[in-house]
Every structure is written in structure tokens, then in C-alpha cells.
């Protein structure tokens, strides 16, 4: 189960055309780019202390990991809630609170995780296999649970010992060591879990470097140093506040004038500038992220509830949602709107991954004439409105702007609503929206990448879509380990969801985060989660 994503970002994007939906295979635009993740702090000299101010982009949603579908918040859990395994700086999966990768049983469905023992929540509980258990337990059952279709499916999860957790699976589910390495992963305090039970969110408990001291609403979030934790000779900073600044130029100012030390999602209207300032250094990364739009077929009741169809021609007739795909051209708006920072997709598959197949990562051409052909023949009204919800967030309002004028020659008019992230990520959940314009920061296994999203019945399936034979297919790949077969199903997964456009993908963001040269040991790698928690000021930076 080793993931060993160096090896997988090494090969490009594969150049073979499929005839029979007359794709289009964009060129790489990471060409002209240039990789760094950020440098540990190492032997460098660092001064023991400081405050350090994050400025994020977003609003993070509750600090809890179960119920979590924020990228924000996975940056300040990052901090003060480890997992059982994490992405190290060469992209392979290492452990973190477990002590070894899983070992699996020749029949595959016995999983078997060795865990620490003799650390300590910062609330002083001890760390153990039964701590773990509960947590998993949690992310696997609770009725809110973002957690469970990430985890397979699970039969048991029983503590064998202080110091072994075992999975029992109904089937093989061979993606399980990736969604440890992200929030199912994420052990919380037993003890603050029986104290706080759903309102866990409000003050989490965990293991880390650091831990949660307070939250305003809308504004901070601020960690501080805990003691407690196993490896504190490596804690540097006092504090970290993680500042919410969701206008990019005000981000980009208080960097210039060293009021934060950090900010993410840096725009590309910004981020030349910025490179140019000696006393700031740019990471960037060619993420695992796309972003897109989810279309709203029969997610009424909310997510996770049964779906029923909603009566509109978007949502019926998959004409329509084929012809809004055609109608979007990806090429000309990532270049006009980002700067050649960002690159087109058609697919959930990350093309610079050995998942990536032609069928994989084809793209059908922009073609507005077909479009409207599509619309003649599904008996709707052109232009055929439709209203799209997205983030009141600069970037993104530029780019929905553009689609909006590059939709209208396929036939559609785009009634724009700009709303809080925080809300948006609700709207997804609650189902009251006809189209939201939403992304993902990706994992490095396509599953988590796919079936949270699109597999009947999950807790992520904001559409409220439904495909026995993507639920197959995605089934078939989940139970097996060969890199190839697995490959070769993904592209027929694709293939399915081009043909019924619940989400379509649009872009995906190369990873832009900014910070000043008197820190180091901030570290932003593909899986989207920019690390401060071993961060440090340089001794002679002042």
C-alpha cells in the first residue's frame, strides 16, 4: 500500500486522442513552472519562540475532522491533530501516530495498523489503540460523518492490544492507507470526545505540535505550542494565528508590510509581483486539486439522504449537462483569466499520475454549435438559464464571469450568486443550490478523488447522483492493487461521468503560497495543506 507519489508526479500527461468523443489533450503548462515545496528547518539557525500570522484565504469550517470538507481547516489541523499517516516531502505515505505502514492479509480483508504508545493528547489522556479505535469508529458511524465512504467497507475496527488497531473489511479496499493519511486519520481525545461529544469542533483535542487556545468567528484562529506533544524539542514557534483575510490583495499587502508571515492561495493577478520581492520566497506545486461545478440532480433532502430526482432539464435530461460541458471553454479561460498559472481539466484524474490513462484524462473539445444542437434536441428554451453559486472570492468571480460570456454561445445564460465559502460549503451539504461552483484539493488515490463524490449513496455526493455502473467499476478499482488495472477502470469512470456531467471540471490550481524569507520550515506540498507547525524564524533575519 506504499504510495510512492514522486514516482507518480514524474511522467507527463499522456498525448493520445480518443476518436470517439474527439477529445482535446492540453498542452502542459507546468513547463514554464518550477517546483519548491519549501525547505525543514534542518541545520539551520533558528531562534526558539516567536508568534507567527498566517493569512487564509478562507474561512476554515468546524475544527472537526469527522464532519470537516474545508481545505482551510485541513491547514490549521495540520498543526495540532495528527494522523495515522501523512505525505512526506518526497510523496511517499510515511506514518505519523501509527508506527509502520499496514500490513494486509492475503485475502485482503484484514487490515492491520501499529500504533504509538507512551504520548499524550494536550489534554494529558494517553495515547493508545483503543483511542484510536474510537476515533475511527467516529469517522466510520457518525450520522454526520464526511469520513465514511473514504474509509471502504468497513465490517469491524477492533483494538488488539495498546498498540495494534485492526480493520476488518466486508471487501478488499485497497485505497485505506491514503485516507489515513488525510482527515479519517485525525485522532481525537477520547476523553474530549465523551466531554464535548458533536460539539467536539468547538475546542479539539488532539495530538500535535500545537493546540487549540481560541477561535473568533470570521476572524482568527490561534494555536499555541503544546508541551505535551512527543517530538516538542522540534516545536519552534509559541504561537501560530492563522488570520482570516479572504481578499487577496489585502493578503498580498500585510505580507509586503510583514504584519503576516504567511498567505496561501495566492492569486496570479499577485503572484509576479510578489516573486519579485527579495525579502518574500514563493512555493508553488502542481497540486492534485480540480475545481468545477456540481450540478444538483436529486440532492433535495441534503446529502447522505436518498436521492430524489429534481424536475428541471438540467437535472433530468443529460443532454443538457452535456451540452453546458461543451459549452465551457477550458483552454482560453485558464489562459485569459490566469495567467498560464493554471491548467485545464476535463477529469478527476491528476494527469501527471501513473492513474493517468488516455481515457483518463481526455477532454471533449469546446463546441458551442453542438451544444445548442443538444438543447434543440432535449426541447428546452434557449438561452436555458441556469443559476450558479459560487464563492464571493476575486479569482473565482473573474473566471465564472469569463464562463458566464463563454457558456452563452453554447446557449446558456449564467445567473451568477457570489456567497461566503462558509455558506457555500453548507448550500453543498443542504442540497439548495441548482449549480455550485466548488473544487477539491485532491488526494493522491483517485478514489478518494471520485467516489466521495460521485458514488451512490456517499456522504459527499452533493449532487445527488446515482450510477450503478460507476458503482461498479469504481467497486472493481477500490479492491485491487495493480496500478494498471486500476488505471485502465478509472478511465472508464471517467468515460461514465462525461457522459452524465454531474460535476464538471474546469481547472486545476497550481499551488500558490507566499511567505517571508525571516521564516523557514514552511513546507506546501501537491496534496493542497500548506505546514507551519515545525516552522521556525531565522536566527539572523531579526
Same mark, same amino acid.
Given at each position: ?11 507527463? &500527461? ?50 472537526? =475532522? ?84 473514504? &474509509?471502504?467497507?468497513?465490517?469491524? #475496527? ?16 485497497? =485505497? ?10 485525525? #485522532?481525537?481525545?477520547?476523553?474530549? /470526545? ?50 482570516? &483575510? ?18 496561501? !492561495? ?7 509581483? /510578489?516573486?519579485? %520581492? ?17 450540478? $444538483? ?35 482560453? @479561460?485558464? %489562459? !485569459? ?7 485545464? !481539466? ?11 490513462? =488516455? ?28 443559476? @450558479?453559486?459560487?464563492? $464571493? ?60 463524490? /460521485? ?40 468515460? #461514465?461521468?462525461?457522459? %452524465? ?42
Amino acid at each position: 500500500m506504499l504510495v510512492r507519489l514522486s514516482r507518480l508526479l514524474g511522467l507527463g &500527461m499522456v498525448a493520445v486522442a480518443l476518436a470517439s468523443c474527439a477529445p482535446l489533450q492540453y498542452p502542459d503548462r507546468t513547463a514554464t513552472h518550477t517546483d519548491d515545496f519549501g525547505t525543514p528547518v534542518g541545520a539551520q539557525s533558528v531562534r526558539a519562540g516567536g508568534d507567527l500570522v498566517m493569512g487564509l484565504s478562507a474561512e476554515p469550517d468546524r475544527l472537526d =475532522p469527522t464532519t470537516s470538507s474545508s481545505l482551510y481547516t485541513r491547514y490549521v489541523m495540520s498543526s495540532i491533530c495528527e494522523k495515522l499517516y501523512d505525505n512526506d516531502a518526497s510523496g511517499n505515505l510515511v506514518p505519523q501516530l501509527a508506527t509502520a505502514l499496514p500490513t494486509v492479509s492475503a485475502d485482503g480483508l484484514t487490515v492491520t495498523i501499529p500504533v504509538r504508545t507512551g504520548i499524550k493528547f494536550a489534554d494529558g489522556t494517553p495515547f493508545d489503540a483503543a483511542a484510536v479505535q474510537t476515533s475511527l469508529q467516529r469517522h466510520l458511524s457518525s450520522k454526520t460523518s464526511q469520513r465514511t465512504s473514504e &474509509m471502504g467497507p468497513i465490517a469491524a #475496527i477492533e483494538a488488539n492490544g495498546a498498540a495494534q488497531v485492526v480493520i476488518h473489511y466486508r471487501k478488499p479496499f485497497a =485505497p485505506i492507507t491514503a485516507a489515513l493519511a488525510d482527515r479519517a486519520g485525525m #485522532i481525537m481525545s477520547p476523553a474530549e /470526545l465523551t466531554k464535548a461529544g458533536n460539539d467536539f469542533g468547538d475546542h479539539p483535542v488532539c495530538v500535535g505540535p500545537f493546540k487549540f487556545v481560541e477561535r473568533v468567528p470570521q476572524t482568527s484562529i490561534v494555536v499555541e505550542r503544546d508541551p505535551l506533544y512527543y517530538d516538542a524539542e522540534h516545536v519552534h514557534l509559541d504561537k501560530i494565528t492563522y488570520r482570516i &483575510m479572504t481578499d487577496g490583495n489585502i493578503r498580498a499587502a500585510n505580507l509586503r508590510s510583514g504584519d503576516i508571515q504567511v498567505a496561501d !492561495t495566492i492569486s496570479p493577478q499577485d503572484v509576479d509581483a /510578489l516573486q519579485q %520581492d527579495s525579502s518574500l520566497r514563493l512555493l508553488q506545486a502542481r497540486g492534485l486539486n480540480f475545481r468545477g461545478f456540481y450540478v $444538483n440532480i436529486g440532492n433535495v433532502d441534503g446529502v447522505g439522504k436518498p436521492a430524489r430526482q429534481i424536475d428541471t432539464p438540467l437535472a433530468k435530461d443529460a443532454r443538457v449537462r452535456e451540452a453546458l460541458s461543451l459549452s465551457i471553454d477550458r483552454n482560453t @479561460l485558464v %489562459d !485569459t483569466v490566469f495567467d498560464n498559472w493554471y491548467e485545464p !481539466t476535463c477529469s478527476p484524474i491528476v494527469p501527471q499520475t501513473t492513474f493517468a490513462t =488516455p481515457a483518463g484524462t481526455a477532454c471533449p473539445a469546446y463546441d458551442p454549435q453542438r451544444a445548442r444542437q443538444l438543447l434543440a434536441e432535449a426541447g428546452v428554451q434557449i438561452p436555458y438559464r441556469v443559476r @450558479l453559486q459560487v464563492q $464571493n472570492s476575486q479569482d473565482q468571480l473573474r473566471y465564472v464571469q469569463a464562463l458566464q460570456a463563454s457558456v452563452a454561445a453554447g446557449g446558456f445564460e449564467l445567473d451568477i450568486q457570489p456567497i461566503e465559502y462558509a455558506t457555500l460549503l453548507d448550500v453543498q451539504k443542504r442540497g439548495t443550490f441548482e449549480a455550485l461552483f466548488l473544487g477539491w484539493s485532491g488526494r493522491i488515490d483517485p478514489d478518494a478523488n471520485i467516489s466521495r463524490f /460521485l458514488m451512490t449513496g456517499s456522504t459527499g455526493n452533493y449532487p445527488g447522483y446515482s450510477s450503478p455502473a460507476l458503482d461498479d467499476v469504481l467497486g472493481q478499482a477500490a479492491r485491487i492493487t495493480d496500478t494498471a488495472r486500476r488505471a485502465e477502470l478509472y478511465g472508464q469512470a471517467v468515460q #461514465i461521468i462525461q457522459k %452524465d456531467n454531474p460535476y464538471l471540471y474546469t481547472y486545476r490550481e497550481r499551488l500558490l503560497t507566499v511567505h517571508s524569507t525571516k521564516v523557514t520550515g514552511i513546507e506546501q506540498y501537491p496534496d493542497g495543506v500548506v505546514r507551519v507547525g515545525k516552522a521556525a524564524f531565522l536566527t539572523d533575519k531579526g
